[in-house]
């Protein structure tokens, strides 16, 4: 069973609005994090965000926020003010407490983003 | 801001050649990684590495990857005998501890085209 799902494989927005992209989790552990990475055209991964699972508060960082909905296993990533060099994948995924040792990076299958003039 | 720098940027090799990625983690991290993404899928895990050992590796991570950090500094992925389905993006990534909040610090990438 797919651990992080985003179900937009691409996600068009115009210039300057706000776009949503969903991820849902699964997990059984009390305690994880989770991640968004924007991965450009250039293909290098930059960290954008991450919310715990015992954070109370939505997570803000810019023009990106958290919509953390921990009942329903979800973390969609809101960018506000959408610009054009927003246009990348994206990508969501979790670090488990229970994952053995060195807590490896679950990954969704991204989505991607256009942002039109 | 600290990074992680991996070289080369690209590689191409032939079919059955043997390959070396390099990277310098963050000097002050301690666990350190090593992904995989092929064009167009998800980003897969390879292997983990910690005190000088590995500490998990993935059912993609057999007999034909290895890893070393050689000098304390330089944490390498070798992959024996390339195929083409090894061509992909190879991700290195340092990450301080490893709390679930930790997150981590990845390279720009080698980009692999095994021909």
């Known amino acids: 069973a797919q651990k992080i799902t985003q179900t937009q494989p691409g996600m068009f927005v115009q210039e300057k609005e706000a776009v949503t992209l969903d991820c849902t989790y699964d997990t059984s552990d009390q305690s994880y994090g989770l991640f968004w990475y924007k991965q450009p055209s250039s293909g290098e991964m930059i960290f954008l965000i991450y919310q715990g699972s015992y954070d109370e508060q939505n997570a803000t960082e810019g023009r990106y926020s958290l919509n953390f909905q921990k009942a329903r296993k979800s973390a969609n990533l809101v960018i506000s003010a959408s610009q054009l060099g927003d246009s990348a994948m994206y990508f969501c995924a979790m670090r488990e407490a229970n994952a053995g040792n060195n807590r490896k990076l679950i990954w969704g299958l991204g989505t991607s983003l256009a942002v039109n003039p | 801001e600290p990074e992680v720098t991996q070289t080369p940027s690209h590689q191409v090799t032939q079919m059955g050649q043997e390959v070396i990625l390099r990277c310098v983690p963050i000097?002050?991290?301690?666990?350190f990684y090593w992904y995989r993404q092929i064009l167009g899928q998800k980003v897969e895990f390879l292997v983990s590495?910690?005190?000088?050992?590995?500490?998990?590796k993935s059912e993609i991570f057999d007999d034909q990857f290895s890893v070393e950090r050689p000098d304390g500094s330089n944490f390498t992925l070798k992959i024996r005998s390339t195929k083409l389905e090894d061509s992909a993006m190879y991700f290195c990534?340092?990450?301080?501890?490893?709390?679930?909040?930790?997150?981590?610090?990845f390279g720009s990438g080698t980009r692999l085209t095994v021909v």
């Open positions: 990534a340092s990450s301080e501890a490893t709390g679930v909040y930790y997150g981590y610090t």
């Open positions: 590495f910690y005190n000088n050992e590995i500490s998990e």
């Open positions: 000097s002050n991290h301690l666990y």
